[in-house]
């Protein structure tokens, strides 16, 4: 069975920095690119990141890039997210998610992921 656990949300004030961890289990985690997608309430879901299986490719969202970095460590089968920066327009609840394929174009749409985590909150807030 397939399962990912995404951790390491919280709060956090504007300029402050989380890392976010995925890890996964149930597949061969070295053989599929990942994801991060994020929520903020009322509103739908943002692509936020990607990396390849190998982990020596990786994509922003403009709206992250210079202040989020993707990383995974296949021999752990752990994927992160290093979030610095942070401002109010973070806030969302943070997915991880398993990538159909290989990423070739971005941003990711929703029917490009096949599993998804439960989420880990994200609140920047003074």
């Known amino acids: 069975e397939v399962q990912l656990v995404e951790s390491g949300g919280g709060m956090v004030q504007p300029g402050g920095s989380l890392r976010l961890s995925c890890a996964a289990s149930g597949f061969t985690f070295s053989s599929y690119a990942m994801s991060w997608v994020r929520q903020a309430p009322g509103k739908g879901p943002e692509w936020v990141s990607a990396i390849n299986d190998g982990g020596d490719s990786t994509y922003y969202a403009d709206s992250v890039k210079d202040r989020f970095t993707i990383s995974r460590d296949n021999a752990k089968n752990i994927m992160y997210l290093q979030m610095n920066g942070l401002t109010p327009e973070d806030t969302a609840l943070y997915y991880c998610?398993?990538?159909?394929?290989?990423?070739?174009?971005?941003?990711?749409?929703?029917?490009?992921?096949?599993?998804w985590g439960l989420g880990t909150q994200v609140t920047v807030s003074s």
């Open positions: 998610a398993r990538v159909i394929g290989r990423v070739r174009t971005t941003p990711l749409k929703l029917y490009q992921y096949e599993y």
